[in-house]
């Protein structure tokens, strides 16, 4: 019995000293992180906050984990260093949709950026987007676009202004845990521009002056190279163009690059503008947060 409790021991201050470790590389890899907000700050950058990175990060190490630790947790575990490193290069909040008839918005949130994150919630999709686009908040979280919607809040994404947001990410991004609504996806919005990880998913919107049919708006994104993973159309008889199709393309789309240049010649005398609207890294799959082998 004493040689187990002496064994017993022995292992608990292996785990003391472990902790210890782990917590010295959280100091090391704070610092660092400063040190890249100095950099940043030198450059005269305004922006904090990296989704793609943030993406690029956990594919990573979820890629290169070993051992029976779940690579559920290890996400959750970074992607609370992530949001403890935002929030201490300035102000971090967001603004969250969350409608009595529709829980769960709030749980994507918090598990994607952290429960101490200050957040407002908001029962219309629009009072989001504005209060990211006033500065109110730093990001907003609202639902995934459906063809059954009726707000087609993205609508109001649908301007050339530098304060306007932009889609960054679409949640969960590990999993929706024990969220109340494990059905419910969402976008994130920021005035930041979508940078590409090779993993993509990209949003654009296309007014046009009539109602040409979606067989058209395929068969020119088709001869741009785009493919089409979602769309929906939006029309206000009141506004001219009153015709803006929602687009979702697989892949990054580069608002500078020849496909925009190729799909705004395909249109032809149709198109109004394009509007790039954002985009986001795909989610890790059910696949990739397997547990793995214990060795």
């Not at 969220?179 to 654009?204: F, K, M, Q, W």
């Not at 159309?233 to 690059?257: K, Q, S």
Request: charged fraction near 25%; aromatic fraction near 8%.
């Amino acid at each position: 019995m004493a040689n187990e409790k002496d064994k017993l021991r022995e292992l608990r201050d292996q785990i003391d000293e472990i902790d210890n470790s782990i917590q010295d590389l959280l100091i090391k890899r704070t610092k660092v992180v400063e040190h890249v907000r100095d950099v940043k700050d030198q450059e005269g950058s305004v922006v904090k906050i990296r989704p793609s990175r943030e993406a690029e990060i956990l594919y990573r190490l979820i890629g290169r984990h070993k051992g029976s630790f779940p690579k559920r947790e290890l996400a959750r575990i970074w992607r609370e260093l992530i949001v403890a490193t935002l929030s201490s290069e300035g102000p971090f909040s967001m603004a969250v949709y969350e409608h009595a008839s529709e829980p769960g918005y709030w749980d994507l949130a918090r598990d994607q950026y952290g429960s101490f994150t200050p957040a407002t919630r908001h029962t219309a999709a629009r009072r989001v987007v504005e209060a990211v686009k006033t500065g109110e908040a730093t990001i907003g979280i609202v639902p995934v676009p459906r063809h059954d919607d009726e707000e087609n809040w993205w609508r109001h994404l649908v301007s050339n202004n530098k304060d306007t947001p932009r889609v960054i990410a679409r949640l969960p991004f590990i999993g929706s845990g024990n969220a109340r609504n494990t059905g419910l996806e969402a976008l994130v919005i920021c005035p930041i521009e979508h940078e590409e990880t090779g993993r993509d998913r990209s949003y654009i919107a296309v007014e046009l002056q009539d109602n040409v049919g979606f067989n058209v708006i395929e068969d020119a994104l088709s001869q741009a190279g785009f493919s089409v993973a979602f769309h929906q159309l939006w029309h206000d008889p009141e506004r001219p163009p009153g015709w803006t199709y929602l687009i979702e393309i697989f892949g990054f789309a580069n608002p500078g690059g020849r496909q925009m240049t190729r799909l705004v010649d395909a249109f032809g005398g149709h198109i109004t503008r394009i509007v790039h609207l954002g985009g986001y890294a795909m989610p890790l799959n059910g696949p990739e947060l397997a547990l793995c082998t214990a060795e």
